[in-house]
């Protein structure tokens, strides 16, 4: 059974500064991994989407790298703003899974002080 | 991409009731997802609803406590049946596209 553990589970940091959360997954046959922000009492908002087949993607400040052979992957966040606070949520879809059927890591929750 | 909504945002119900959810997509999927989030918790899938057949279930949930509907390609509800306390959670739709997985802003249900 897939496990997704995401370290460390709550992270301050001073504006400007750069952040490193963390996700590892317990078995590497995934289809894809996929990096979500959650905001209180929100929905999640899909933030980048790495296939099994890449070792990274980027989007403005974000960049979420994916280690399949040691089941991880990291999302870097460069340049950290006071709006970056939230909580970040890892998920995995494993190549027996379903369509839709991901599974999530508990969470890092951010805060970025000004 | 999708745009995802669902109603209502949040309710505050009395333990035996029921209370149904409506999600709605801004354009035709197959299929629509159902999860939910307990205090504090994780993400965890419920079941998948297809249009025109019946839900497909996880392990832990069953169509009398979550029955399903689906009548067209963009609309879904999750009725949540005799609730108690532990019901109390968010809940949310989801649907993939382009191999992405987008979500619904979530209900949040309490349970007294």
């Known amino acids: 059974k897939q496990e997704v553990t995401q370290i460390p589970a709550a992270l301050s940091v001073p504006e400007g500064e750069n952040l490193v959360l963390n996700c590892s997954f317990t078995d590497s046959a995934i289809y894809n991994l996929q990096w979500f922000r959650q905001d209180p009492g929100k929905g999640l908002t899909s933030l980048l989407l790495?296939?099994?087949?890449?070792r990274e993607q980027t989007s403005g400040r974000l960049n979420a790298s994916l280690d399949k052979s040691s089941g991880r992957s990291t999302l870097y966040i460069a340049a950290s703003q006071p709006g970056d606070s939230a909580t970040y949520l890892c998920a995995v879809r494993g190549t027996t899974d379903s369509w839709g059927k991901l599974q999530f890591g508990a969470g890092t929750q951010v805060v970025v002080t000004p | 991409s999708a745009v995802i909504s669902q109603k209502p945002s949040r309710d505050i119900c009395q333990r035996g009731t029921s209370l149904t959810i409506q999600c709605q997509v801004d354009?035709?999927?197959?299929?629509m997802f159902w999860y939910r989030q307990q205090p504090g918790q994780s993400l965890t899938l419920i079941a998948t609803a297809n249009q025109g057949s019946e839900a497909t279930y996880e392990s832990g949930f069953v169509i009398d406590k979550f029955p399903i509907s689906r009548p067209n390609l963009t609309f879904s509800t999750l009725t949540v049946s005799n609730m108690s306390p532990e019901d109390s959670s968010i809940y949310l739709c989801?649907?993939?596209?382009?191999?992405?997985?987008?979500f619904g802003p979530g209900t949040r249900l309490t349970v007294t």
């Open positions: 989801s649907v993939e596209s382009g191999k992405e997985q987008y």
């Open positions: 790495i296939q099994s087949s890449q």
């Open positions: 354009s035709q999927v197959t299929m």
